[in-house]
């Protein structure tokens, strides 16, 4: 309990990102991860040996970046601070479990504020005068800015994809009336966001994310599959792919389990 609340003490967050709900997101993926962890652990393994098996193919070492790094449970930053010389670690949330790997690594490792949508701040304050038209203009017209920590031989999108836009939208009165404005701005800020991965030329990219959505009966019998990536984008088939029990029974629904198909696109510079 009390380790807990320090742990919300020691995390940082513009005041803006509250309004916007990604703290409130943030603790929840923190709590749900408390309660299942063992369901949890596979994928966060898989997760992890992806992004060690696509290091090895950074030729120059100097700078890693990781984008919606959290509370680094899907990330090897232990291995990444011995592998490049400076690893950033970037979240509109920096957590304390960052915070923790960057006084382990002093001078190696470093936490960074920072928005990979570039429309946060300026959604915050224009949210409750934004008609539902708009918001998605934002997010696609909004600039993030050159990497933090300069340009990365290897970077690592970390499971971020798909709530850049949704979490935030999901917070707008403009959401209240329109219940598809959540689900296009995620569109707009996606397609945004593999742009700016793209533009990483001369980086190993690294891009891990919910390519589909699906509730399973008791029985592991499929009751709905929502592709959230494969459809809407047109990507190639994953270099990898496996199950996440995201919410076992009773975490989502005492009647389906929530489960994600995950999937790891590997990008960039061979060794
Ligand atoms: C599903 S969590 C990823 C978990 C994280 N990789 C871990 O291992 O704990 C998504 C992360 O993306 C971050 N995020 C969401 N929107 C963001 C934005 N616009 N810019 C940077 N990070 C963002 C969230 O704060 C959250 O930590």
């Not at 513009?14 to 703290?23: D, E, F, I, S």
């Not at 970046?65 to 690893?87: H, T």
């Not at 990536?229 to 047109?234: Q, V």
Request: aromatic share 6%; with cysteine.
């Amino acid at each position: 309990m009390f380790a807990a609340l320090l742990r919300r003490l020691r995390t940082d967050s513009p005041r803006w990102a509250r309004n916007l709900g990604l703290v409130r997101e943030h603790f929840a993926i923190a709590t749900r991860h408390a309660r299942v962890r063992a369901e949890w652990a596979p994928h966060l393994r898989a997760s992890r040996e992806a992004i060690l098996a696509a290091a090895v193919r950074c030729a120059r070492r100097e700078r890693a970046l990781v984008i919606g790094a959290g509370d680094c449970l899907d990330v090897p930053v232990a291995e990444l601070a011995e592998q490049f010389a400076q690893v950033t670690l970037a979240d509109i949330v920096v957590s304390a479990t960052a915070k923790d790997f960057a006084k382990r690594f002093p001078g190696r490792v470093r936490c960074v504020q920072w928005d990979a949508t570039g429309a946060l701040a300026r959604l915050a304050v224009l949210r409750d005068a934004l008609a539902a038209p708009d918001v998605p203009k934002l997010f696609a017209e909004a600039d993030p800015g050159p990497p933090p920590g300069g340009e990365p031989d290897f970077v690592v999108s970390a499971n971020c994809l798909s709530q850049l836009g949704l979490v935030p939208a999901h917070s707008l009165p403009a959401a209240e009336k329109d219940k598809g404005l959540p689900d296009r701005c995620a569109k707009v800020a996606a397609r945004r966001h593999l742009d700016w991965l793209a533009e990483r030329r001369t980086a190993v990219r690294v891009l891990l994310v919910d390519a589909a959505r699906l509730d399973l009966a008791p029985d592991g019998v499929t009751i709905q599959k929502t592709e959230t990536l494969y459809t809407r984008f047109g990507l190639r088939p994953p270099d990898r792919t496996w199950r996440w029990n995201l919410a076992p029974i009773p975490e989502w629904s005492a009647d389906f389990h929530r489960v994600h198909d995950v999937g790891v696109w590997i990008d960039g510079p061979l060794a």
